[in-house]
């Protein structure tokens, strides 16, 4: 039996009383509210092109590293190949958890500039440390210190684009995921 008290928020009271027991049990289509205007809407190919470019630029610069992985292996010697994914991905996944936090405060322009600016930094100064410092020491920790730039950059530029495509239809998600 439901007890006859009310609770005190009125908003959940009003939502709990108004509602029929029938209308509670039966799932909502999606062409009710808002979810209707997100699948109805029409994607054009365009949006599907810039959403790809998305996952492209966020893949680029570590395929590069991975494209030269001897030639940087060789350049920054104590073991630069076996760090270069543990350090990335370190540097993903916290960045990725500071979003959650403080991402929305900016707006998603910015973060998508600072994403590709700190990867395309990253990739380039990789390659020029790689030829231009002859002490292995020094240029084995400043590629640490640009592989975690490009991690950042990464992380920054994913839950951005992410971001952008949750607002759009699915099929943008699925371009940036392609």
């Known amino acids: 039996a ?13 939502r709990i009383y108004s509602a029929s027991p029938s209308s509670r049990s039966e799932p909502k289509s999606l062409r009710d509210d808002t979810w209707g205007v997100l699948t109805d809407a029409k994607v054009d190919w365009l949006l599907l092109i810039q959403m790809s470019g998305f996952g492209v630029i966020a893949l680029l610069p570590f395929n590069l590293a991975l494209t030269e992985l001897d030639f940087l292996n060789g350049s920054f ?88 495509a949750a607002m759009c239809p699915p099929s943008c998600t699925l371009s940036i995921m392609v």
């Open 77 to 164: 010697q104590h073991d630069y190949a076996a760090v270069l994914s543990f350090l990335d991905s370190i540097s993903v996944n916290i960045v990725q958890i500071l979003l959650i936090w403080y991402g929305n405060r900016f707006s998603f322009k910015p973060r998508i500039n600072l994403g590709c600016l700190l990867m395309a930094a990253g990739t380039l100064l990789t390659a020029v440390i790689a030829m231009v410092v002859d002490n292995s020491i020094i240029a084995f920790l400043l590629a640490l210190i640009c592989v975690s730039a490009m991690g950042v950059g990464y992380a920054v530029l994913e839950q951005t684009a992410l971001g952008v």
């Open 2 to 14: 439901i007890s006859k008290r009310r609770p005190r928020c009125a908003a959940l009271s009003e």
